[in-house]
């Protein structure tokens, strides 16, 4: 089965240090990745995506991501972190089923302190 | 969000009564989903439509059901409701590149 994992409930980083959110996957074939951003009492906001081509890519407010087919992981990062990053962070694939539907991992909580 | 608009923002109803939620869209797209977020499950899908009249269900469908007439409107029905559909609930439609574009979400809650 299809599946994403966010091995981290909530991650803390001090202001202005590198920050990075866990996701691995479970996908049969070639796996389309996304990452989300929730902020409180909102929908939730795309940060960035891997469809194909190169490994590190590159998305909204400073963040990227990290494809690792070997390790089928897909890590998000952000080399200094700001206070207004804190939010609920979500890992998605794109379930080969057709449809267009996405599988989102559980989600982890970033807590920035100054 | 931009496009996209769900109805109503908050709701509390009684153990038992039929709710509907509405979600609209001005931007004409084919692939519109429901899903509903609960602390550590994330976000499961509850149906999916890939046009007028067509739908299917999600992983979590149990006690729902959808309705799309129009392009732009996709309603979602808890037929009786329980205190396990106490939750929050999402509208997405596929924009280009696969990627979603969110509703504000409805917060429901009954009792």
């Known amino acids: 089965a299809q599946s994403v994992a966010q091995p981290e409930d909530q991650v803390n980083v001090a202001e202005g240090n590198p920050l990075t959110v866990k996701c691995t996957y479970s996908?049969?074939?070639?796996?389309?990745l996304f990452w989300y951003v929730q902020y409180p009492n909102r929908g939730l906001q795309f940060l960035l995506k891997y469809i194909t081509g190169d490994n590190l890519v590159k998305g909204s407010y400073g963040f990227e991501a990290e494809f690792n087919k070997s390790q089928t992981s897909f890590h998000l990062k952000k080399p200094s972190a700001l206070v207004s990053d804190s939010a609920l962070y979500f890992c998605?694939?794109?379930?080969?089923?057709?449809?267009?539907?996405?599988?989102f991992g559980a989600g982890t909580r970033l807590a920035v302190h100054p | 969000d931009a496009g996209i608009t769900q109805s109503p923002r908050h709701k509390v109803t009684e153990t038992g009564t039929p709710v509907t939620l509405r979600c609209h869209q001005t931007e004409n797209h084919r692939y519109m989903y429901w899903y509903r977020q609960d602390p550590g499950h994330g976000l499961r899908l509850i149906h999916y439509s890939y046009g007028v009249k067509d739908t299917d269900k999600g992983e979590v469908s149990d006690g729902y059901s959808v309705s799309r007439s129009k392009t732009e409107d996709f309603l979602l029905t808890l037929e009786s409701a329980t205190s396990s559909q106490t939750s929050v609930y999402f509208c997405?439609?596929?924009?280009?590149?696969?990627?979603?574009?969110f509703g504000s979400g409805t917060r429901l809650t009954v009792v």
């Open positions: 998605a694939v794109r379930d080969p089923g057709g449809y267009n539907k996405l599988i």
């Open positions: 997405a439609i596929q924009v280009i590149d696969y990627g979603y574009t």
């Open positions: 996908v049969s074939g070639n796996p389309y």
